[in-house]
């Protein structure tokens, strides 16, 4: 199944680009770059000068898709394991 941004949540989010437009922490907003690792909680998002971890919840991110499309999601919506968040929708 494609990624859309209707199922982007039920999706690996490993190597999607991504930013975060808003955040409970304004030193994260604007942060830009390629999803390398995801746990529970967090967000590892390479970017130039290293990679910085994004907490999940409270946080908006948009993602842009394989297609290039770009969306954005509530980081809330991707709180939980990254392997119990993809397996929860099949």
């Known amino acids: 199944m494609p990624i859309t941004g209707q199922n982007v949540s039920r999706h690996e989010l490993i190597g999607l680009e991504a930013r975060v437009t808003n955040s409970s922490d304004p030193t994260l907003i604007g942060i830009h ?8 909680n967090l967000l590892v ?11 999940k919840a409270n946080s908006t991110l ?4 394989p297609t290039g499309k770009e969306v954005e999601i509530n ?10 968040r993809v397996k929860r929708w099949r």
């Open 62 to 65: 948009m993602l842009t898709l």
């Open 33 to 40: 770059g390629t999803i390398v690792n995801e746990t529970r």
């Open 75 to 84: 980081g809330d919506k991707l709180v939980g394991r990254p392997e119990e």
């Open 45 to 55: 998002i390479e970017q130039t000068g290293g990679a910085k971890m994004v907490p």
